[in-house]
């Protein structure tokens, strides 16, 4: 299992806790038969306090081994939350709704100690066959290896099958997500229409297709499961068919017949947890793949704003160079498909580059377009996202922006989801306001020109010209806000 920088710090310490919980397995196991057998001689204080040390024991490297899982996974899971935060925050593009990639995979990656655990009893229970040997000959040792032979190629198998299966259930889930969501967005529509049973039976196909892929992906974990217990306790029957055996003919004392019967229990039962874990195990890498093409590198605290080399976008194979600094103010316009707003997002982070470099300045970000969010809450709660700002900073920037008469003057007032009952051009000044009142070191106002009335756009624009020391990035494909602007990029069909 290929491990990261992340769980480096504990993969010493949780191999040697997988070791010594083997040890101590083993331990209780040789405990028990040594107890047991004194039971059967006679000796029952003696054999009841030899079983319940080994009970002893066992619950002791449970609850350790427990808490060693639930202390690293904590620490991990913070780090990497740390590590990809920015990723965590950012919008998905319209086709990735659905997507928990990232969450999962921090929560999977968090296992990582639990697994290296798992994976060392695994490994040093291989012992166990040498004490089969010692204790009951070769025989019961043979019927051991070949049967943990067996199950190797089985749980490969049933490894692949399972990650298929499971990829295939997160696309239809995915999908069922997305279908969902859009259907409910354009339910008006379809209730206009006279068409919500298409809506209805759209979700329902999607929904059957998810929940077969889900009962395929149950079935292939039952089988492994069925595999693992199979074999188990085929080995452990034959080995005690054979002490059994070797009871009646007085060639092995019951010692050793236990001790074999025993160890071979628990050597299958860290075979079986290691069945289990298999495919956490393929998740975490998968995971730890995801997670490192998240990760971003912390912003720089200094230097220009944004510095962009040779970066090509996801719209356009041209590459482009720019540096922004702090203050200035950059144009891109071009007709409508050309990338413009691909290119913003990918300067500022919201889309990853297909190739090249772009780092931006640390500080806050504000945009501002047509589709930005108006959230379910008070005027005020939505102008101020909890920023400890006075009431007459905030009427000070409606009036500027012409928001103003008794549908704002009341800040206490409630606004429906996403703004519904305001205007087009109502709701990007709201969300100007709200922008410009977080003082943000970039402003990236993206082609709203074309939902604000000629007044508005005078109002706009003479806040951007007051507003000089704010870096902007406007978009716009033929009538910028921005009177001045210090660079300009042009794209072209």
Known sequence: MAEHPLIDTFAGRSRLIGVGATIVGFSGALLSALGVSAIAHGAITRGVLLVLIALLARWLVATGTDVWAAFTTRVIRDRWRRTVIDQLVLPRPEGERGRR????AIDNAAAGPSLVVVGASARSAA?????????????????VVVLLAIAVPLYQRAGRRSAALTSDYNQ?????????LEMLQHSPELRALGAVHYGADEIAAVSDTEHRAAIRTIRVALESSLVTEFLSGVSIGLVAMVV??????????????LIAVLIASELFGYVRRFGVEFHRRDDMAISHAILRQATTSPLASTGPLLDARSLVTEARAEPITLTL?????????????????????????WRRAVSGTVHRRAGVLAVVSPASALFDGSLWDNLTLGRDLTESVVRSMLDELGLTGPRFEDLSVPLLADGEGLSAGERVRLVLARATLAEPALLVVDDIAGVLDGANRERVTRLLERLRTLSVLEVSVDAPLLERFDQRIELRP
């Open 101 to 104: 990639d990232l969450a999962l």
């Open 127 to 143: 012992l166990g066959v040498v004490v089969i040997w010692l204790a009951a000959g070769w025989l019961s040792a043979g019927i």
């Open 172 to 180: 239809r889930r995915d999908a069922l997500e997305r279908r969902q």
């Open 244 to 257: 059994g055996f070797s009871l009646l003919r007085g060639s092995i004392s019951l010692n050793r017949a």
């Open 325 to 349: 600094e702090p203050g200035e103010r950059l144009l891109v316009t071009g007709p409508s498909g050309v990338g413009k707003t691909t290119l913003a997002h990918t300067l500022i982070g």
